[in-house]
């Protein structure tokens, strides 16, 4: 079983930047690729980011394309997600899924972490 934490969030103006960590433990965090979601109110959960579990490989959604970016350490079971030029639009809750590389339907998530882009 594996938990995952996130951290980072927060109140920034349009233009700032923030970064998210996301920390794993009970499980092996190398063998799980890693996705941030996020979750605007009235609106449904929806992908941002992923990673590879080797770390070489990502895909972005498109509207968070040259702003954010995703990285992963394997040393030290965290992830992170660097948000750069943050708009209102990126407000959010923003979650860390873990997936497995061996079964693709044992999924984690954690609780999530608030983004607030002020206008």
């Known amino acids: 079983q594996v938990q995952l934490v996130e951290s980072g969030g927060g109140l920034v103006q349009a233009g700032g930047s923030l970064r998210l960590s996301c920390v794993a433990s009970?499980?092996?965090?190398?063998?799980?690729?890693i996705g941030w979601y996020r979750q605007a109110p009235g609106k449904e959960r929806g992908f941002v980011a992923s990673?590879?579990?080797?770390?070489?490989?990502?895909t972005y959604a498109d509207s968070v394309k040259g702003r954010l970016s995703i990285s992963r350490d394997n040393a030290k079971n965290t992830a992170y997600l660097q948000m750069n030029s943050l708009k209102p639009e990126d407000t959010a809750i923003y979650y860390c899924?873990?997936?497995?590389?061996?079964?693709?339907?044992?999924?984690?998530w954690g609780r999530g972490t608030q983004v607030t882009v002020s206008s």
């Open positions: 009970g499980g092996t965090f190398s063998n799980y690729n």
């Open positions: 990673i590879h579990w080797l770390g070489g490989i990502t």
């Open positions: 899924n873990a997936n497995s590389r061996y079964r693709s339907n044992e999924d984690y």
